[in-house]
């Protein structure tokens, strides 16, 4: 097979595919069984009959935020729901805020339990919410870094920008990678606060519980996914970067 500049193209290539194959398998495992869990619970309605707005509502006033945390409806899939904490607002997508399924209410109470993090000074929040511009910004230009960088140490190992560039760009990839790691936590609690919270507030029955529990337990896992995804393409990379020394 061919080489490129004087280094065997394959045994790096497919060694790095390797490591990145696991987490490729685990988030297509994970996604379709969040599709799926999603799929069964919004076709059935809660025993309460409320929506998703109606569910929030409830757990918002009865935490004191009735006043302090506005819920908008917006436009998006059934899994575009999140909490801002700049307007310190919650927004549920049409289809999770005026629906009376399950799924719909739990995904909108797990928004709250964001709200509440917010709300009591939860310390992995304000970490994660003071990484979003770093991470936003370093998610932009850590693969262009890494790939000039490697291009160049591969024409000349030696080569100073090349090892510059190449270094600079995973150290801003680790900086994602800590993102998505603080980010677990984050999701972990607010789950489970939701859960916590419809059950003391009394507008689950075993169920709904049930339900709820699979729904959010799924939906958690995708942020696991992500994180070994992010890990595993930096791996990939450095393994790469060594089969060409």
Known sequence: MFGYYGYGFNSGYFSSMIVLLPAFIFTLFVQAKMKSTYARYSNLENSKHITGVEAARILLDREGLSDTVPINI???????????????????????????SIASMCIACHEVGHAIQHNKGYAPITIRNALV???????????????????????????????????FGVI?????????????????????????????YGIVDDR??????????????TYVAALATAVAALLRVLVMRGSRE
């Not at 899994?79 to 805020?97: F, K």
């Not at 511009?133 to 920008?161: D, K, R």
């Not at 709904?208 to 958690?220: F, I, N, Q, T």
């Open 74 to 100: 917006i436009r998006g899939d059934a899994l575009t729901n999140y909490y801002d904490p700049r307007s310190n607002s919650l927004n549920l997508s049409e289809a999770v805020g005026n629906d009376y």
């Open 133 to 167: 511009p770093l991470t936003n910004f370093t998610q932009g230009i850590s693969w262009p870094l890494i790939m000039i960088g490697l291009v160049l140490t591969w024409q000349n190992p030696a080569s100073m920008a090349g090892n510059m560039l190449f270094n």
């Open 208 to 221: 709904d519980l049930e339900g709820s529990k699979a729904v959010l337990r799924s939906a958690a896992m």
């Open 172 to 200: 801003c990839f680790l900086v994602v990678c800590l993102f998505h790691l603080v980010t677990l936590p984050v999701e972990f609690d607010a789950s489970h606060r939701a859960i916590a919270k419809m059950q003391e």
